[in-house]
């Protein structure tokens, strides 16, 4: 009998592991269950024995998949897929799959929610700002920044985007400007929702120069990845401009630093949680078993995101 494991240091809701269950078990495997691990071997340890794993932010590095001696396939319930060692398991000839679009609403509602947590001084009862009227330059035009700018057209914001692999005019349908540059992007809006890939080209490729031409009273949204951002350099600018504030779906490295000199004008999740939804796990989760089940029974390999 096959075997699946889903390994989620950070659980899906009840309902998603249920649906999950129902699909892996329709089709005559086993699902196993490797929730709230806390030591990397044991993930190890779980994946020897399966055929395919399903994870989250879970990293499956080349001992995971080394480890794996049935492992035919790994799916990512997500878009990012930055923490799987994907030369590892091209080498080894491990299918890798996202579930691009899945958990995306829940992302941009969380990325608009901290924008108006934030406008409103943490709900703190002071007197705050609106997000109307204000202009919004959404980094990269995928699943997550299409959503931002569906919500954010609610709220009356003017909208922007940069994205070089989307074009202008599917961007003008959805009421969206199109700009050329993220020079042209930053230096515009004073909110930029980064919605970017974290990839060898973009780590830390968000610093000085494009946070410190944003307009007075400038707020950076990240619910994409810290790695994007050259932290030392965001220090900077929150050392030069006392108006800038950074909202981020995980905390930074440098959070002990925020603490201590910034308080007021930063807030982060404690745990990356954009995508921690019922709704979203469940999208993610079953579209993971579904394309487990799709590529084992059938070989589809939609969404595979190696080569070999
Ligand atoms: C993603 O890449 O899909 C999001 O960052 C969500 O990650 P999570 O599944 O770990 O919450």
Known sequence: MKKVLVATDKPFAKVAVDGIRQIIESAGYELVLLEKYTEHSDFVKAVESVDAVIIRSDIADREVIEAGKNLKIIVRAGAGYDNIDLAAASEHKVVAMNTPGQNSNAVAELALGMMVFMARNAFNGSSGTELRGKKLGIHAYGNVGRYVAEI??????EIFAFDPFVS??????????????????????????????????TKKSIGFSLLSSMPKGATLVNTARKEVINEEELLRVFEERPDFRYLSDIEPDAKAEFAEKYAGRYFFTPKKMGAQTSEANVNAGLAAARQIVDFLEKGITTFQVNKF
């Open 168 to 201: 202008a005019e599917s961007m003008e349908k959805d009421g969206v400007k199109p700009l050329k540059s993220a020079e042209e992007l930053y230096s515009s809006c004073q909110y930029v929702s980064l919605h970017i890939p974290a990839n060898a080209q």
């Open 152 to 157: 954010a057209k609610g709220f009356g914001m």
